[in-house]
T-cell receptor
Framework: AQKVTQAQTEISVVEKEDVTLDCVYE???????LFWYKQPPSGELVFLIR??????QNEISGRYSWNFQKSTSSFNFTITASQVVDSAVYFCALSGTYKYIFGTGTRLKVLA | GAGVSQTPSNKVTEKGKYVELRCDPI?????LYWYRQSLGQGPEFLIY????????DSGLPNDRFFAVRPEGSVSTLKIQRTERGDSAVYLC?????????????FGPGTRLTVT
């Protein structure tokens, strides 16, 4: 069975601090895809990144970076120099064929 | 271009009533998904359409839930004899392909409250 665990329910940081959101997954598929989505207070899920299981190269996009490690089944997300606008719930998701399996999300609060 | 739209944004209904939730996917997207998100949880898969047909409805909780996509575009999620436990945000998503590698684009959701 597939499963995604986001153990951090809520994280609070002060603006400009770096923060890492953890994601651990379980799957028996050899080919799979991992995603991060942001859900701001407005409620709409916003796509951030996709990684496939064959590509463990870390990725950086502006203040965002992602660390994918198959050895530990983790796909962690780091925000550098956090800003108040980063406050949202962040979801990690796993897909083998088409449907997503989501974690329970991590609520990030960035305080000014 | 226009994203995924869902109507209504909010729906309050009495226990036992019938409701319909509508999803208008991104134009040209062949794959359409419905998810349900309860408070404090991640979205849970309900049903997946590829074109007009339901390719996987294994996530529908029971036979009170049904969804259609008659022309391969707009989809309607139908809930009969609503129960208080059906209260949740119902999310629709679409993607250009039904393959797992393609990102899904989500609508703003319909918040259903059953009183």
């Amino acid at each position: 069975a597939q499963k995604v665990t986001q153990a951090q329910t809520e994280i609070s940081v002060v603006e400009k601090e770096d923060v890492t959101l953890d994601c651990v997954y379980e799957t028996r598929d050899t080919t799979y895809y991992l995603f991060w989505y942001k859900q701001p207070p407005s409620g709409e899920l916003v796509f951030l990144i996709r990684r496939n299981s064959f590509d463990e190269q870390n990725e950086i996009s502006g203040r965002y970076s992602w660390n994918f490690q198959k050895s530990t089944s983790s796909f962690n997300f780091t925000i550098t120099a956090s800003q108040v606008v980063d406050s949202a719930v962040y979801f990690c998701a796993l897909s083998g064929t088409y449907k997503y399996i989501f974690g329970t999300g991590t609520r990030l609060k960035v305080l000014a | 271009g226009a994203g995924v739209s869902q109507t209504p944004s909010n729906k309050v209904t009495e226990k036992g009533k019938y409701v319909e939730l509508r999803c208008d996917p991104i134009s040209g997207h062949t794959a359409l998904y419905w998810y349900r998100q309860s408070l404090g949880q991640g979205p849970e898969f309900l049903i997946y359409f590829q074109g007009t047909g339901a390719a996987d409805d294994s996530g529908l909780p029971n036979d009170r839930f049904f969804a259609v996509r008659p022309e391969g575009s707009v989809s309607t999620l139908k809930i009969q004899r609503t129960e208080r436990g059906d209260s949740a945000v119902y999310l629709c998503a679409s993607s250009s392909s039904g393959q797992g590698s393609y990102e899904q684009y989500f609508g703003p959701g319909t918040r259903l409250t059953v009183t």
